[in-house]
């Protein structure tokens, strides 16, 4: 492993060693994640063993179900999709130091925005108006709920881990409220549908994807992660942000204004997260309803840290935890779902512990278990 | 890095190796003769010993008596459950059930797309049009619908007139005139519960009061047990003697309570004395294995067809439970009480509010 030390500080996101040459930093970058999913493949084995079943034929529905046709791909990348989004939120925070735990209640906000701004929108607005201005209602409504615990660490100091998590209660009782009280349709729990615009789907294009709830949300997405990936690395102000992330004292000593950089990481964060909630509202169902992301904003997290905290690594884990989503529907009919949810957790505890800084802590807690 | 690329080498000699493994009696997909039904559950999932698992009992029941194969799907996210839906219609069941208002318009939706296919929706909302006429489902969709006022309105007289006991079995009681009530996720469906529970509580007991909580306002309110028992315990220590979950999973929480506090708990949905034996008074059931079963039944003799299905009071469909197990909890006179309330809910003479006030 010593060798090795040097060339995994190389891994994706992480700050480029001097002496890391092209392939070392490839394989630093591609091992750790190879080595989850094999982890991953040899736990499912047994686990459907465990429960009497063919390894080979779950296996083959799995990917038959998923990347196998056009429509369990459109059902992979739609979910991809809204894991996108919460990955590069909790991401973009991490990068500022920030544990923002609250994509959960800032999706479900972005949703909410665009939902209630959609049905308001009067049905003759042409729709090239009426999407971007959608769009926008629904970063701004997860902004919102992203700024407050931003502003309140900046000026108070408030632990922002304890704030996003208490904000999703009162945000989704809120929601519920709101919906549930007044804006539902009767006899069911989401609003009236947006007649304005909406986002096309796959299937308007291609029949090859019928029925699949994937739709153009995706390149929107897409685009936001390039530009925050712009942001971070390319400008004066993300490189602020990942200064103020590493090392807050010293970045206050050079000159950065640590409490505006926390408020803007908290806005352009919950901004993100809500920006995931087109994709159900806009692009697939065109109403908002209560409970649509749940439990993604949680698995987002683990999608920023199997994905480094990097939009590009954020993007593929998205997509690896949308197989596994998807795949474990597929697969319902032989093993309970709950065999995927342990494979995501083996792939997560793999990935997690072959981050040198995890590495370093595990080896030190080792010699101090020796000596 | 020599030894990571080595270890992912040897998981994966170790994965190829276990993909020829096959044990006895590893299945295949069902398909060819017989009668296939696919069922998606709600996210309460299997194992809530309530609404989900008196589904599976039904399709259960169907697999014994009448040879049927069944396919469950359990969703997680809000798209799984037209997915789920839709991996079962296009692998050509012959029927397709959903488990849960939440799949109306899928199921409507489906319905259209595969004219072929029969689908049934347990709890299926039906719409009004603007001037207040049903709007049928497509001919292909049954909407199994439950009258869960009624079931509730009789356990809410049950649990007023019990409360004014002193003696209970083998337990005492303060007399009280507040009575509990804990529901899950604080929707018009759940609503639909306390509303026939609460008329229930003042029909025999108007200056009763009921007091009504909700365990949360996501579908998580659904499997919350650690909520349903802290309700619980401050009801119980307000003074309320019986308490009526509707609540899922959350409910076990309501019976851990009542068997601390040495109280009484009302279930829901299924028979759930065996959760806490002694401490449940009662269970409101609602007859979803029934609706299930029937609904299949209808498919293999060829009789099925779309529309709304009602299970109430007068066929059983919804009722509460008075066996040898807890016999000893209701005395004679209030079991006589309630007999002559369900009459006159049958008949027409109580109106049972399905809104709260």
């Known amino acids: 492993m010593s060798s090795g030390s040097e060339a995994e500080v190389t891994a994706i996101g992480?700050?480029?060693?001097?002496?890391?040459?092209?392939?070392?930093?490839?394989?630093?970058?591609?091992?750790?994640?190879?080595?989850?999913?094999?982890?991953?493949?040899?736990?499912?084995?047994?686990?459907?063993?465990?429960?009497?079943?063919?390894?080979?034929?779950?296996?083959?529905?799995?990917?038959?179900?998923?990347?196998?046709?056009?429509?369990?791909?459109?059902?992979?990348?739609?979910?991809?999709?809204?894991?996108?989004?919460?990955?590069?939120?909790?991401?973009?925070?991490?990068?500022?130091?920030?544990?923002?735990?609250?994509?959960?209640?800032?999706?479900?906000?972005?949703?909410?925005?665009?939902?209630?701004?959609?049905?308001?929108?009067?049905?003759?607005?042409?729709?090239?108006?009426?999407?971007?201005?959608?769009?926008?209602?629904?970063?701004?409504?997860?902004?919102?709920?992203?700024?407050?615990?931003?502003?309140?660490?900046?000026?108070?100091g408030a632990n922002e881990v304890i704030v996003t998590i208490m904000l999703n209660f009162i945000v989704l009782a809120l929601l519920n409220y709101a919906v549930s009280s007044h804006l539902h349709v009767p006899e069911t729990l989401h609003t009236p549908e947006i007649a304005a615009g909406v986002i096309p789907r796959l299937a308007d294009f291609s029949s090859t994807f019928r029925g699949s709830a994937?739709?153009?949300?995706?390149?929107?997405?897409?685009?936001?992660?390039?530009?925050?990936?712009?942001?971070?690395?390319?400008?004066?102000?993300?490189?602020?942000?990942?200064?103020?992330?590493?090392?807050?004292?010293?970045?206050?000593?050079?000159?950065?204004?640590?409490?505006?950089?926390?408020?803007?990481?908290?806005?352009?964060?919950?901004?993100?997260?809500?920006?995931?909630?087109?994709?159900?509202?806009?692009?697939?169902?065109?109403?908002?309803?209560?409970?649509?992301?749940?439990?993604?904003?949680?698995?987002?997290?683990?999608?920023?840290?199997?994905?480094?905290?990097?939009?590009?690594?954020?993007?593929?884990?998205?997509?690896?935890?949308?197989?596994?989503?998807?795949?474990?529907?597929?697969?319902?009919?032989?093993?309970?779902?709950?065999?995927?949810?342990?494979?995501?957790?083996?792939?997560?505890?793999?990935?997690?512990?072959?981050?040198?800084?995890?590495?370093?802590?595990?080896?030190?807690?080792?010699?101090?278990?020796?000596? | 890095m020599r030894k990571l690329l080595f270890g992912v080498g040897v998981l994966l000699a170790v994965h190829v190796a276990l993909l020829f493994v096959r044990p006895e009696g590893a299945s295949a997909i069902p398909t060819g003769e017989g009668l296939d039904i696919g069922i998606v559950f709600d996210m309460g999932g299997r194992g809530d010993k309530s609404f989900n698992d008196g589904a599976y009992r039904g399709a259960e029941l169907a697999m014994r008596d009448l040879g049927a194969r069944v396919r469950f799907v359990e969703p997680g996210d809000g798209s799984d459950r037209e997915a789920g839906l839709r991996l079962l219609a296009a692998e050509g069941m012959d029927l397709v059930i959903g488990v849960g208002f939440i799949f109306t318009d899928d199921l409507t939706q489906l319905a259209r797309e595969y004219p072929q296919t029969d689908f049934a929706g347990v709890d299926l909302a039906v719409s009004t049009d603007s001037a207040g006429a049903v709007i049928q489902p497509p001919p292909n969709l049954a909407a199994l619908k439950f009258r869960e006022e009624q079931g509730s309105f009789l356990v809410g007289a049950l649990a007023a007139l019990v409360s004014r006991e002193s003696r209970i079995g083998d337990r005492n009681y303060t007399p009280t005139r507040r009575i509990g009530f804990v529901g899950g996720m604080d929707i018009p469906l759940i609503h639909k519960f306390e509303a026939g529970y609460r008329a229930g509580v003042l029909h025999v007991c108007p200056d009763c009061t009921v007091v009504a909580q909700y365990a949360g306002v996501t579908p998580e309110a659904f499997r919350n047990p650690g909520r349903g028992k802290e309700l619980a315990l401050s009801q119980y220590q307000s003074g309320v003697n019986v308490i009526f979950h509707a609540a899922g999973s959350t409910g076990l929480g309501v019976f851990e309570a009542a068997r601390a506090s040495g109280k009484l708990a009302i279930g829901v949905d299924a028979d759930q004395y065996e959760e806490a034996p002694g401490y449940i008074l009662t269970s409101m059931v609602k007859g979803v294995d029934a609706a299930v079963f029937d609904a299949i039944k209808r498919v293999q003799d060829g009789t099925f067809h779309g529309g709304i299905y009602e299970f109430g009071l007068a066929d059983g469909g919804v009722g509460y439970i008075y066996d040898d197990a807890n016999r000893a909890l209701i005395p004679d006179s209030i079991r006589t009480r309630l007999l002559s309330l369900q009459d006159s809910i049958v008949a027409g003479r109580i109106p049972v509010p399905t809104e709260r006030r």
Not at chain 1, 59 to 84: D, M, P, S
Not at chain 1, 108 to 120: E, N, Q
Request: net charge positive.
């Open chain 1, 214 to 371: 994937a739709n153009l949300s995706m390149l929107i997405v897409v685009a936001a992660a390039a530009l925050l990936w712009w942001y971070l690395f390319r400008t004066r102000r993300g490189y602020e942000l990942r200064a103020v992330g590493l090392q807050p004292d010293a970045a206050e000593y050079g000159g950065v204004r640590v409490g505006s950089v926390w408020t803007r990481a908290m806005i352009i964060s919950g901004a993100v997260a809500g920006l995931g909630g087109i994709n159900y509202v806009l692009g697939y169902k065109h109403y908002y309803e209560e409970g649509f992301a749940t439990g993604s904003g949680f698995l987002g997290i683990a999608v920023a840290l199997v994905g480094r905290n990097h939009p590009v690594g954020v993007m593929l884990a998205a997509l690896l935890f949308a197989t596994l989503s998807q795949g474990g529907l597929a697969v319902n009919a032989l093993v309970p779902k709950q065999m995927v949810d342990v494979l995501q957790a083996v792939v997560i505890l793999a990935m997690v512990t072959s981050v040198p800084e995890v590495q370093r802590v595990l080896r030190a807690g080792l010699r101090g278990v020796r000596s």
């Open chain 1, 14 to 156: 992480s700050p480029v060693g001097p002496s890391g040459g092209r392939r070392d930093r490839l394989a630093a970058a591609l091992l750790p994640p190879l080595m989850a999913l094999a982890l991953a493949a040899v736990v499912g084995d047994l686990l459907i063993l465990a429960f009497g079943e063919a390894p080979r034929e779950v296996y083959r529905l799995l990917i038959e179900g998923t990347w196998g046709n056009a429509y369990g791909l459109g059902q992979v990348l739609y979910k991809a999709t809204t894991l996108t989004c919460t990955g590069l939120a909790f991401a973009i925070a991490a990068r500022a130091g920030l544990f923002n735990i609250g994509g959960e209640s800032q999706i479900a906000a972005g949703g909410f925005a665009a939902g209630t701004v959609g049905f308001l929108l009067p049905a003759a607005m042409p729709a090239l108006l009426a999407v971007p201005l959608l769009v926008l209602a629904a970063m701004a409504g997860g902004g919102v709920v992203g700024a407050v615990p931003g502003a309140l660490k900046a000026r108070f």
